[in-house]
């Protein structure tokens, strides 16, 4: 899977903004493990101390939120990009 990050995020692996992601199991769960593995600095900024994606992140696949695909049981067979958004606050 094609992994797409934000500039804010792209910092911790050396700028690059596209990677490659490849989880053992096509499931928002293997994708989240895969991260853990493959990219921990990453990992750590969209997830929390328990796995979970945190509140102001959204992570999409081909443009639907894993949040609506996990739950659905979380296949996401098929899934080639992974799109990576953080939300913005301000005032």
Known sequence: ????????????VDG???LQ??????TV???LA????????IFTRICDEAGGVRRYVN??????DI????SRG??????TEVLVLQSVAGG
């Open 1 to 12: 899977m094609r992994l797409v990050l934000p500039a804010s995020l792209a910092e911790a």
């Open 16 to 18: 690059r903004r596209v």
């Open 21 to 26: 992601v490849v989880p053992e199991a096509p």
């Open 29 to 31: 769960d293997g994708l």
């Open 34 to 41: 895969a991260l853990r593995i493959q990219y921990p600095r």
């Open 59 to 64: 992570i999409y696949v081909d443009g639907e």
């Open 67 to 70: 949040r609506d695909i996990a």
């Open 74 to 79: 979380g296949s996401i067979v098929g899934g």
